[in-house]
């Protein structure tokens, strides 16, 4: 059994900052359940082109507001608490996070991810990124 609780993972390596998020990771492919499961806040008025191309997401979101979205056919979708979108094509999109407000998102990754990914300039995770730390 996995039990972790998010005040362990602030300030150690399994929580990654960005300028545009901050990914709290609790269960990653080291965990072997064959996904990974983060709690990632997108900081206020961010704007988040991203493209998952070796990976499905799955999102829910639990606070804040903003919107995403579809790069392939314009249509845009309001995200507030209680929302839920998966990228089950590979989506190419636009994430926003409205100004004055984060959004706290719980994300699903499969296949998982390791840890220590960060966007690359396409805005995708690369596929397995060897571990260099414990995460």
């Given at each position: 059994?996995?039990?972790?609780?998010?005040?362990?993972?602030?300030?150690?390596?399994?929580e990654?900052?960005?300028?545009?998020?901050?990914?709290r990771?609790?269960i990653?492919?080291?965990?072997?359940?064959?996904?990974?499961v983060?709690?990632t806040l997108?900081?206020?008025?961010?704007?988040?082109?991203?493209?998952?191309?070796?990976?499905?997401?799955?999102v829910?979101?639990?606070?804040?507001?903003?919107?995403i979205?579809?790069?392939?056919t314009?249509?845009?979708?309001?995200?507030r608490?209680?929302?839920?979108?998966?990228?089950?094509?590979?989506?190419?999109?636009?994430?926003?996070?409205?100004?004055?407000?984060?959004?706290r998102?719980?994300?699903?990754?499969?296949p998982?991810?390791?840890?220590?990914?960060?966007?690359?300039?396409?805005?995708?995770?690369?596929?397995?990124?060897?571990?260099?730390?414990?995460?």
């Amino acid at each position: 059994m996995i039990v972790r609780n998010l005040e362990q993972l602030i300030g150690t390596p399994a929580e990654v900052d960005t300028e545009g998020w901050t990914s709290r990771r609790f269960i990653l492919d080291k965990d072997g359940m064959g996904y990974s499961v983060h709690d990632t806040l997108i900081k206020a008025g961010a704007v988040l082109e991203m493209e998952y191309r070796n990976h499905l997401e799955t999102v829910y979101c639990i606070e804040g507001e903003g919107e995403i979205t579809d790069l392939a056919t314009g249509q845009t979708h309001p995200i507030r608490p209680g929302t839920l979108y998966a990228l089950n094509a590979n989506d190419r999109h636009i994430l926003r996070a409205n100004r004055g407000t984060h959004m706290r998102m719980v994300c699903v990754f499969n296949p998982p991810l390791t840890g220590l990914e960060v966007h690359d300039e396409t805005g995708a995770y690369p596929l397995n990124q060897p571990t260099t730390a414990s995460v």
